[in-house]
């Protein structure tokens, strides 16, 4: 049963823009928040930019002023708008529920999208 799907992703120059999405399932898209994380090779998957169904967000350090959450409740979607795209950036990223996680470290995760960040 596929409950998250993530697209978007791509080669992206250094300096560019993405905009990435994630579908949920209902049962999903209604907790308390959604996020972003990403995972680079070699590293641990991290959380990236985070909303709330009332729409307050939070962002990783790295990412801010660079990077915009936001969600579409009618469609059971979030998105992750990248601009100023940094080779470090480069990253599978996913998307997922904070408190679903907390309740269930071994919730499935959807198969997250690429993007590469390089000249």
């Known amino acids: 049963q596929v409950q998250i799907v993530e697209s978007g992703g791509g080669l992206v120059q250094p300096g560019g823009s993405l905009r990435l999405s994630c579908v949920a399932s209902?049962?999903?898209?209604?907790?308390?928040?959604m996020a972003w994380y990403r995972q680079a090779p070699g590293k641990q998957r991290e959380s990236v930019a985070l909303?709330?169904?009332?729409?307050?967000?939070n962002y990783a350090d790295s990412v801010k002023g660079r990077f915009s959450i936001s969600r579409n409740n009618t469609k059971n979607t979030v998105y992750l708008q990248m601009d100023s795209l940094k080779p470090e950036d480069t990253a599978v990223y996913y998307c997922?529920?904070?408190?679903?996680?907390?309740?269930?470290?071994?919730?499935?995760w959807g198969q997250g999208t690429q993007v590469t960040v390089s000249s």
């Open positions: 997922n529920a904070p408190t679903r996680l907390a309740a269930d470290p071994g919730s499935p």
């Open positions: 209902q049962n999903i898209f209604d907790l308390w928040a």
């Open positions: 909303i709330t169904r009332g729409g307050s967000t």
